[in-house]
């Protein structure tokens, strides 16, 4: 019901903007988040959108670098990546939740998760 695109191949300092589509239900009062994990890293939170779009988080190395936003009418939320770094490969994933209130515990733990796409940042 979630699925990821955008993913890809980009020299560090270049950019990528991933997608995130929705199915099957609505999700316009949902949050929306972003995670990401690396090889041998546990899923780390990327990125939250509220349901209207007017309360973003983000963790604090992509700060100034990553944009949420969504599009309710498309059901499509989407992740602006710029100034990219090596640090930042990762697989990254789009999910879905009420409140967003588990997505900083160990696991993250989410109502819907998409499944990932791929961001190599490459030096």
């Known amino acids: 019901q979630l699925q990821a695109s955008g993913g890809g191949l980009v020299q560090a300092g270049g950019s990528l903007r991933l997608s995130c589509a929705a199915s099957?239900?609505?999700?316009?009062?949902?949050?929306m988040g972003w995670f990401r994990q690396a090889p041998g890293k546990e899923h780390e939170f990327v990125s939250s959108i509220n349901w209207s779009g007017d309360s973003i988080y983000y963790e604090d190395s992509v700060k100034g670098r990553f944009t949420a936003s969504r599009d309710n009418a498309k059901k499509m939320v989407y992740l602006q990546m710029n100034s990219l770094k090596p640090e930042d490969t990762a697989v990254y994933y789009c999910?879905?939740?009420?409140?967003?209130?588990?997505?900083?515990?160990?696991?993250?733990?989410?109502?819907?998760w998409g499944q990932g796409t791929q961001v190599t940042v490459s030096s």
């Open positions: 099957g239900r609505t999700f316009s009062n949902y949050v």
């Open positions: 999910a879905a939740d009420r409140f967003g209130s588990r997505w900083h515990g160990n696991p993250p733990e989410s109502d819907y």
